[in-house]
């Protein structure tokens, strides 16, 4: 019996194939394809419904219905028999339809006298198109076999209408990748820009669907799982020190000797298609499955699964991520996810950045930030929907993007581009003057920095100095642990270009979102709050002793700043203040120059530090309050986690009160202070910073501008009183009174 169906099913797939092969157009395409499917099926009806927007199915297609109600039939989401195999992807066997939950009677399609029910959905690798059904007089269940038919009809549905098989009139039969899309994500760097899409790994396009020799592609199918399983073990040798990736290789491993996959696979071949579109197949039904799976173990492993068919797919097809296409003309990437290594080899020719995943404290959106190119990330199904060459808009101001945008969007966005040049022609003119405010007040502008890329924006910013050089990304862009020489000539030409500017050096902050790829991942369940920072360095002093005397080489008697991140307490800044002595020591001993001036500070960036003994204040030479860190601490708000992150507003009251007692407690001992973060960079957060006494403030080089134009036509005087009104009339946020304020400006 299995047999017979296999050779049914193969007929099934020839007879599609020739359909596919007509010159006919789209509608037509899809009439005989209903026709062909009825008819092998032994059904009286066959009907298509396709999206025509995100929310709403249209009947594209149908045999047996009226076929007047094709392209006037049209249903929600979720509405009906077919809108719940849209929202849910799960196939609906019913051999009562009319009684079954949820069910729709739609008058004009003449269904009525069907009772039996069969609709699977139409979907490409989790991205859902419309749904296939099949209907009968007769009430019956149907069976296993006959599912499997309907959903490798479908299947080739979908690999054809992403080859534009279907294209035709209506908004469900416009051709796929021509529309205008808005894809709304999350900001991870500020800015705007518009190009040209370049996909980091394009998608593998399956255009043999059909395996006319099962012996032929079985063994296709074998030589590239051997392949592939040979592939991953010469990355496991090459990863056998790297905990975290020899992880996700065993995953892989796991997947290519999967006894079950392969069979899967093989059993596709059998019942007539290609080993690709076999694979294909394989993947799309386990994806569905474990997107519906709530262990988020099994979600975490869709990655896997995904990444490793591709791999078996690139095999197959001989489609491997060169396919000889050149970088268009300003580009920019898109990706699920990319390292920093990849992102830096990009440099600065990309001109925006869009990730379906990624997180605001990832590698990608560090490397970003210290690029100045505006990133998206959590652009949700970018990558299916975009082409090479696409023209597209990254809004990464509001975390959107504008895929193939049509003339109002271009034009609004244009505009929105030359209002943002002419303010920084403006902001161009008082570069090279001082941000003093209408009271009198002299506000410190420094730049954060992350590369020798970076430095040339010290002096076009109008910045004063860095305030924070993360030392970090020297770290995470190797595969190996850099070399004290290696980092005393990186630090060395860093003060170079500085020309005797300030430059406060960052120690290694490495844990949390930033994992070092050859250092041993830690299992934590919130790394957040887990072994990072100054933790990591005084448990691992080798690496602090190496880091501290390539900074002590490099000033080579030239004024030098360090500062420790993430200082919880007193002890932890005098254990690390130890290590400085100690390599100041062991300097001496060597005969190398000592710095002509040492300061050593600390991050405030936990709620803990700002109640630290006096004698801590005292002994500080300087801090900087790390506002993101400190904000989400302070909150208890995940800066990662998008529903509460943007719940609680920098300018709440009870957070400018905290700041103003640690003002009030670094005057009170003499003590530096200064605001790093991205508030800082905020024209109106600034502002509020510095009218609470915060006079020193460092930030993203684009940001020095904007924030010096607002500080000096401000008066920090009528500023403060217009905080404290607020705070004593009782409301939460000083914003709107702020604001108020600043509208009044002439």
């Known amino acids: 019996m299995p047999n017979t169906f296999e050779s049914e099913s193969r007929k099934l797939l020839g007879r599609l194939r020739d359909t596919m092969a007509d010159k006919a157009a789209g509608q037509e395409r899809l009439d005989k394809i209903t026709h062909l499917t009825a008819d092998s099926m032994g059904t009286e009806v066959c009907s298509i419904y396709l999206f025509r927007d995100d929310e709403t199915l249209e009947l594209c297609a149908t045999q047996g219905l009226n076929p007047e109600s094709v392209h006037q039939t049209r249903m929600k989401l979720g509405e009906g028999l077919v809108g719940r195999v849209a929202r849910t992807g799960k196939v609906i066997n019913a051999a009562d339809a009319p009684s079954a939950k949820g069910f729709r009677y739609m008058p004009e399609t003449g269904e009525e006298i069907y009772s039996s029910f069969l609709g699977v959905p139409i979907q490409r690798l989790g991205e859902k198109l419309g749904v296939l059904v099949v209907q009968s007089k007769e009430a019956r269940e149907f069976s296993a076999d006959e599912i499997y038919a309907l959903e490798v009809v479908a299947m080739v549905l979908a690999e054809m209408a992403e080859l534009g098989a279907f294209v035709g009139e209506g908004a469900a039969l416009q051709a796929r990748h021509t529309q205008s899309v808005l894809i709304r994500g999350v900001t991870a760097q500020e800015g705007t820009a518009e190009g040209h899409i370049w996909l980091h790994e394009?998608?593998?396009?399956?255009?043999?669907l059909v395996g006319d020799d099962p012996a032929k592609e079985h063994a296709r199918?074998?030589?590239?799982?051997?392949?592939?399983?040979?592939?991953?073990?010469?990355?496991?040798?090459?990863?056998?020190?790297?905990?975290?990736?020899?992880?996700?290789?065993?995953?892989?491993?796991?997947?290519?000797?999967?006894?079950?996959?392969?069979?899967?696979?093989?059993?596709?071949?059998?019942?007539?298609?290609?080993?690709?579109?076999?694979?294909?197949?394989?993947?799309?039904?386990?994806?569905?499955?474990?997107?519906?799976?709530?262990?988020?173990?099994?979600?975490?492993?869709?990655?896997?699964?995904?990444?490793l068919s591709n791999r078996l797919l690139r095999i197959l097809t001989g489609q491997g991520t060169q396919t000889g296409a050149e970088l268009p003309e300003n580009p920019i990437l898109v990706a699920r996810n990319i390292g920093p290594g990849e992102l830096l080899e990009y440099g600065r020719q990309l001109r925006g950045i869009i990730l379906e995943e990624g997180s605001v404290g990832s590698h990608a959106a560090i490397v970003a930030r210290a690029l100045a190119i505006p990133l998206v990330i959590g652009a949700k199904r970018i990558q299916n929907e975009a082409l090479n060459g696409d023209h597209v808009m990254v809004d990464g101001d509001q975390g959107v993007v504008h895929l193939r945008p049509d003339d109002t969007v271009v034009n609004a966005f244009r505009d929105k581009m030359a209002m943002q040049a002419k303010a920084q022609e403006r902001y161009a003119s008082i570069r090279d003057k001082p941000a003093v405010t209408l009271c009198g007040k002299t506000i410190r502008l420094d730049m954060n920095a992350g590369l020798m890329a970076d430095l040339p924006s010290l002096e076009?910013?109008?910045?004063?100095?860095?305030?924070?050089?993360?030392?970090?990304?020297?770290?995470?862009?190797?595969?190996?642990?850099?070399?004290?020489?290696?980092?005393?000539?990186?630090?060395?030409?860093v003060l170079d270009a500085a020309q005797g500017k300030r430059v406060v050096f960052r120690t290694l902050d490495i844990g949390s979102d930033k994992v070092l790829p050859y250092m041993q991942a830690q299992d934590e369940p919130n790394p957040a709050l887990?072994?990072?920072?100054?933790?990591?360095?005084?448990?691992?002093?080798?690496?602090?002793?190496?880091?501290?005397?390539?900074?002590?080489?490099?000033?080579?008697?030239?004024?030098?700043?360090?500062?420790?991140?993430?200082?919880?307490?007193y002890e932890e800044y005098t254990a690390a203040r130890a290590e400085v002595n100690k390599a100041i020591a062991r300097e001496t001993k060597l005969g190398h120059p000592l710095p002509e001036k040492l300061e050593i500070g600390a991050m405030l960036e936990t709620p803990s530090l700002a109640f630290a003994c006096k004698k801590f204040y005292e002994e500080v030479e300087f801090l900087s309050i790390g506002g993101n860190?400190?904000?989400?601490?302070?909150?208890?708000?995940?800066?990662?986690?998008?529903?509460?992150?943007?719940?609680?507003?920098?300018?709440?009251?009870?957070?400018?009160?905290?700041?103003?007692?640690?003002?009030?407690?670094?005057?009170?001992?003499?003590t530096r202070l200064s605001f790093c973060g991205e508030d800082a960079g905020r024209p109106v957060e600034a502002l509020c910073?510095?009218?609470?006494?915060?006079?020193?403030?460092?930030?993203?080089?684009?940001?020095?501008?904007?924030?010096?134009?607002?500080?000096?036509?401000?008066?920090?005087?009528?500023?403060?009183?217009?905080?404290?009104?607020?705070?004593?009339?009782?409301e939460q946020s000083v914003r709107p009174a702020v604001?108020?304020?600043?509208?009044?400006?002439?």
């Open 739 to 746: 604001m108020e304020y600043l509208r009044g400006l002439s």
């Open 460 to 493: 076009s910013s109008g910045a004063e100095g860095v305030g924070l050089f993360r030392t970090e990304l020297q770290f995470l862009v190797r595969s190996q642990m850099p070399k004290r020489t290696e980092l005393a000539a990186l630090y060395s030409r």
């Open 530 to 569: 887990g072994w990072r920072a100054i933790r990591v360095g005084l448990d691992k002093p080798g690496v602090m002793r190496m880091q501290l005397q390539a900074l002590l080489r490099a000033a080579n008697g030239r004024p030098l700043s360090i500062m420790f991140p993430f200082v919880a307490q």
């Open 629 to 670: 860190d400190l904000k989400q601490f302070f909150f208890a708000a995940d800066r990662e986690n998008e529903r509460v992150r943007r719940r609680y507003d920098t300018l709440n009251v009870s957070f400018l009160s905290f700041i103003e007692d640690i003002i009030a407690r670094c005057k009170a001992t003499n």
């Open 221 to 307: 199918l074998t030589e590239a799982v051997e392949n592939l399983r040979v592939s991953v073990d010469q990355l496991m040798a090459v990863a056998s020190g790297d905990t975290e990736q020899v992880q996700v290789l065993e995953a892989y491993r796991m997947f290519a000797n999967s006894k079950g996959w392969l069979r899967r696979m093989e059993e596709n071949i059998d019942r007539g298609l290609s080993a690709e579109a076999a694979v294909e197949k394989e993947q799309s039904d386990v994806r569905a499955r474990m997107l519906q799976a709530n262990d988020a173990y099994l979600r975490e492993r869709l990655q896997d699964l995904d990444d």
């Open 689 to 730: 910073l510095a009218a609470i006494g915060l006079h020193s403030l460092s930030m993203r080089p684009a940001s020095v501008g904007p924030v010096k134009h607002l500080l000096r036509r401000c008066n920090l005087d009528d500023v403060r009183k217009v905080i404290h009104d607020a705070r004593d009339a009782g």
């Open 202 to 208: 394009p998608r593998v396009v399956v255009t043999n």
